[in-house]
């Protein structure tokens, strides 16, 4: 009978950035608690979620850091994107100026991030389609070029935002599979132990893949 | 910290007399969904073993009267302990069961750990080893308001009882008061984890726990038709078909147990453990079996005479898992195998089964002997393929067939047989050697048997179904039995089958049906998912969750050392102590900026509790001339740091305002009205201009330090201690404020506080009078005079003014060390550290004995206390005498 310390297998860090109110928070609570926020407080720092999700049989648990979105703490948040595996860039639909700091957003990333980390667009609020300030096809032609995955979702709605969260990690396993990420590479932040700090440190590989407890 | 030996005393004082706790550890039980800090003790009362739990009101507790006893579980046949180290979890889980009673425990790994838990497999060995009548653990009975799972786990010693569905019953509500998972809500006593217990992690032993815990609403029962068969065939071979024996039911079973007992009488067989009998046994069983079902067999094993053949109908074959089989000799020498027994062990479904097929010591008065041996096979058969190993008791189900061997005793043959022959069995039965045992407890404790209501099948003329006639002429008893222990067993049918003549002994059966839990696949995976899910929301309802009363603090006016500070409360608003601390940014070497303090910077808060952080702003000597600058601000981003949580930005602002302090000699010299009057972007010019700017003509040296200077030159020469004694912080203010603003009213404060207050301004400054630069030619020089004198004639024109200036007041104060008892070394040595201020970060490498460097730095400076100085060119208003 294994005995695996952990009941998954993996650990995966994402990162949620974009513009301030661009729903980065309500995405993660939709995602974490399968509800929709209406009034939510701009975050002032980096709020943490977890979740277990199961990929091609493997469980993975995601740690997620959503981050402020105001300008004034951009220098900061910037010390969060190390050892992300996933990095969800968000914008509004409904605001033009959202879409169009994407670029800026990109280049965050890229710089401070390692290069198999997976980049998920999304869209959000694509449930106030009748204010929408951006197509579906310039961000997908936007996604497209960077190489970038993409949908459209709704925080409150809850359309596509658990699709955005596993097709991000679907792509990371496919990675971990193909040798493409590292799991040793100290860049990649993987280490092999969870660190009892809710994982400061980012993507772990537990050894030992647990079994499922109950053989039947 | 108490050590283990402390606690064992504050323990005993907690028990009776003669209870001796002899062994205690500190573990976490899991209750539900948190844990909780408990203190388990084993303590031992005449050779019997029970574990002790306690909650105490304090980790560790002090006293005896600290702990209450929560739960005292005997150390009985019903006791298990399993150890789950994950290799990489960092902790050691110990799953402590009684019946339905499962406790699930973490403890810290390490060496008390371990030899807490080899104590408590040493008790459970000493259980094993025990002979006679098991323990009944009166001294127990005081503790029952805390044992509930005893009485249940206590079940009537009669053979036969109907109190199971009572045991598990009592058991149940036991079990789930150890888990609320049904509750809509999950009640979590926030109270306990208030106190320290913590929300139990997502772990592979943990959620084992859980959905051991929740089997009930994934599984189902399935009847299972187990016909359990055993003959001793006396070493001859089968000259008949069994179908009698093993078909005499209508309905096909779905499963067959058959024992044999001495299969082979032979040599060979006993000492080279081969027959030939087996495959003609096993052909005639699988002959005879039902008609109407296909049958798969599962395992056959075979220790010399005994057999044990299982058998599965087809449809089961696949469900059955985790197959394995053991054998025990208890014959000659203790080990050989003409006695005995076999045993095999299945999973079916999600229950496990164990077969044991047994031939116990013959003779009449050897009771004592089966009973020995019954207690061998016991403790010697174990499934060694399992880690840990499983023994019988580790089943669900067990059955056990066998030629037991015991016999009717007190009772003369010729009267048992009158007995039999008038079918007066229940007198023969009182005079049962197994039932008489049993009842004493001294073997088969546990188990229970059907009523019999067959002839005894021990002793036949081979052939016929008459009574043993040889010489020996013994009587007749029932030495083939079958016995069960376990839930959810029902025996049907108990009987023997006269019409097989083959040996002296007639074949028995029994008939069960035994309910298996079969696993709900869908319902497993919802419930799995549920317990899931229900971890993924403990784990972040019982993030850490602070609220802070301002993110945004705001100092207004900040002036040159004058401290402010304000307050910040950081306020428990979740559910579990929160371990807070600020934390550095990337590529930063503090959590904060050198002008700020933070007090605490890191702490623990309680749940619905708060703290005080204080923030205190203080620009002083080191912060003031980057603000002046403009290379910093009073600007921070403060990231307050939940240990396993998230993060908090806290902005600090100010307003500072520019002060001469921290302003450098080279914008100093430009101004010529005090600094307050310039316009901050003017100022923020002149610091980082380099080339003299056009319009005024430059001072030759900053008015401040020529107002300070003069003031001290005019009414301090005299004065003791100067630059010796420190000055007051409200004087020192005052000054400021006369030097920044401008006053015609005359310098304020004492001399000590003007002293001072030169010091500083020097000290303030972004670079020394002597750059860094020169700051090791300086050092390297200081031996000789010349060499010092050209380095200080290269200087910079305004540094080399302050200079050569401040070193002649400090001769002018020397040549009055009559009066004010100065010293040149005392002054070179205060100077020197202030025009030769260390670099900000000398190297680990380079860096000397500081105190070889004060030495050096003072006797460079003290070669310009005690030359003549006037053949420097300078400039003629640099002379003290020519006053403005």
């Known amino acids: 009978m294994s005995v695996g310390p952990y009941n998954y297998s993996y650990i995966f860090k994402y990162i949620i950035i974009g513009d301030m109110g661009v729903g980065k928070s309500c995405l993660l609570h939709q995602f974490t608690e399968k509800k929709f926020m209406s009034d939510c407080p701009h975050t002032i720092g980096v709020e943490f979620g977890t979740r277990i999700i199961e990929v091609s049989g493997q469980k993975i648990k995601l740690q997620i850091w959503d981050t402020a979105g105001q300008e004034r703490f951009r220098a900061v948040t910037r010390s969060y994107y190390r050892g992300a595996a996933g990095a969800l860039m968000v914008y509004d639909i409904t605001r033009r100026s959202t879409y169009n700091h994407l670029s800026s957003w990109l280049t965050d990333t890229r710089n401070l991030t390692n290069p198999s980390t997976v980049i998920f667009l999304i869209g959000n609020k694509c449930d106030l389609n009748a204010a929408r300030d951006v197509t579906y096809e310039e961000a997908k032609q936007f996604a497209d070029e960077n190489g970038l995955m993409f949908v459209e979702a709704s925080a409150k709605s809850g359309e596509n935002v658990e699709e955005a969260f596993l097709e991000t990690a679907k792509k990371i396993y496919q990675s971990i599979q193909d040798g493409r990420l590292d799991l040793n590479a100290a860049e990649s932040g993987v280490q092999h132990k969870p660190s009892q700090s809710g994982g400061r440190n980012t993507l772990v590989n537990d050894q030992t893949a647990s079994k499922d407890s109950c053989s039947c | ?884």
């Open chain 2, 1 to 884: 910290m108490s050590s283990n030996q402390d606690l064992i005393g504050i323990i005993q004082a907690k028990l009776s007399s003669g209870e001796t706790a002899s062994s205690c550890h500190e573990a976490s039980l899991m209750q539900g969904w948190v844990r909780a800090s408990r203190i388990l003790a084993l303590v031992e009362h005449e050779n019997e073993w029970a574990l002790f739990i306690f909650i105490s009101s304090r980790m560790p507790p002090e006293v005896f009267t600290d702990l209450a006893i929560e739960r005292v579980i005997p150390v009985d046949s019903d006791f298990k302990c399993e150890i789950d180290a994950g290799e990489q979890s960092g902790d050691v889980y110990v799953n402590i069961s009684s019946r339905k009673l499962k406790l699930l425990f973490e403890m810290i790994p390490g060496i008390k750990t371990n030899n807490f838990v080899s104590e408590i497999m040493r008790s459970m060995e000493a259980l094993m080893k025990l002979r006679g009548p098991p323990p009944e653990f009166q001294w127990l009975h005081k503790y029952s308001g805390s044992t509930s799972n005893r009485n249940s786990a206590d079940c009537d010693p009669a053979p036969v009882d109907a109190a199971d569905v009572d045991v598990t019953k009592g058991a149940k509500t036991v079990a789930e008061k150890m888990l609320d998972i049904d509750s809509p809500d999950i009640v979590v006593p926030r109270q306990s984890i208030a106190q320290g217990a913590t929300p139990i992690a997502a772990r592979e032993s943990v959620i084992r726990y859980q959905m051991s815990m929740k089997e009930d609403d994934y599984t189902f029962t399935e009847t299972l038709r187990v016909f359990i068969g055993t003959w001793n065939v006396n070493g001859l071979p089968p000259n008949a078909s069994l179908s009698p024996w093993l078909a005499s039911d209508m309905e096909p079973p779905d499963l067959y147990a058959v024992g044999f007992q001495e299969l082979d009488l032979s040599k060979e067989a006993f000492l080279f453990n081969d027959t030939p009998r087996e495959e003609e046994w096993r052909k005639a069983v699988i002959a005879g079996l039902h008609p109407a079902a296909k049958y798969r067999q599962v395992a056959l094993v075979r220790l010399v005479g005994m057999m044990l053949i299982l058998l599965v109908q087809e449809k089961h074959e696949k469900h059955v898992r985790n197959v394995a089989w053991e054998t025990v000799g208890t014959g000659i020498m203790g080990k050989m195998g003409n006695k005995g027994g076999v045993g095999i062990r299945v999973e079916i479904h999600n229950t496990s089964i164990c077969f044991v097929n047994s031939h116990l010591a013959a003779h009449v008065e050897e009771f004592e002997r089966r009973n020995q041996d019954y207690h061998d096979i016991c403790s010697r058969l174990s499934f060694s393929k399992f880690v840990p190993t499983k023994c019988i008791k580790d089943h669900d189900q067990v059955y056990w067939l066998g030629d037991l061997n015991y016999r009717i005793t007190e009772m003369e043959p010729r009267i048992v047989r009158d007995l039999i022959s008038h079918n007066s069995l229940s007198a023969l039965l009182e005079c049962d050697q197994l039932n008489r045992q049993r009842q004493h407890k001294n073997v088969f404790d546990g188990y229970r048997e059907g009523p019999i209501t067959f002839k005894p099948t021990y002793k036949y003329d081979p052939g016929t179904d008459d009574w043993d006639s040889s010489e020996k002429n013994r009587a007749p008893a029932w030495c083939d039995r079958i016995l069960w222990r376990g839930d959810g067993m029902e025996q049907k049918e108990y009987r023997s089958h006269p019409i097989l003549r083959t040996s002296d002994h007639k074949p028995v059966s029994a008939l069960f049906e035994s309910q298996i839990r079969v696993i709900d696949v869908v319902k497993y995976r919802k419930v799995h998912e549920e317990v899931m899910k229900k971890l993924d929301k403990l784990e972040n309802e019982f993030l850490p969750q602070v609220t802070v009363d301002n993110t945004e603090i705001i100092f207004d006016i900040v002036r040159f050392l004058e401290p402010q500070s304000q307050e910040l409360i950081i306020a428990n608003t979740g559910q579990v102590p929160v371990d807070f601390e600020f934390i550095k940014k990337l590529d930063d070497s503090k959590y904060c900026k050198e002008w700020l303090n933070i007090d605490p910077a890191a702490s623990s808060i309680k749940p619905g509790e708060k703290c005080d952080v204080k923030l205190e702003l203080f620009v002083d000597k080191k912060s003031a001339s980057k603000l002046n600058s403009g290379e910093d601000k009073l600007y921070d981003i403060l990231v307050l740091h939940l240990d396993g949580g998230k993060d908090i930005f806290i902005t600090v602002t100010g307003n500072y305002e520019r002060s001469c302090f921290g302003s450098s000699l080279e914008a100093l010299v430009h101004i010529s009205v005090p600094v307050r009057e310039i316009p901050i972007g003017k100022l923020v010019e002149l610091e980082n201009v380099r080339e003299a700017p056009g319009g005024m003509e430059p001072y030759p040296i900053p008015k401040e330090i020529w107002f300070l200077v003069d003031h001290l030159y005019r009414h301090g020469l005299k004065k003791q201690n100067l630059f010796l004694l420190t000055g007051l912080h409200s004087e020192l203010i005052a000054i400021r404020n006369w030097l920044d603003n401008g006053s015609s009213e005359p310098l304020p404060g004492s001399l000590y506080s003007i002293a001072e207050a030169l010091l500083l301004l020097l000290e303030s400054t972004a670079e020394p009078i002597v750059p860094f630069n020169l700051h090791s030619v300086c050092l390297g020089a200081a031996t000789n005079y010349l060499q010092c004198k050209q380095i200080i004639m290269q200087l910079p024109e305004f540094r080399r003014n302050v200079f050569l200036y401040l070193c002649f007041f400090l001769q002018e104060l020397l040549s009055h060390a009559n009066e004010n008892g100065l010293d040149a070394k005392t002054l070179a040595t205060v100077f020197g550290a202030i025009f030769l201020r260390d670099p900000p970060r000398v190297s680990a490498r380079g860096r000397v004995n500081p105190a070889v460097m004060d030495r050096k730095k003072a006797s460079f400076v003290y070669h310009f206390l005690v030359n003549d100085l006037s053949d420097y060119v300078m400039s003629k208003s640099l002379h003290l005498s020519g006053t403005s």
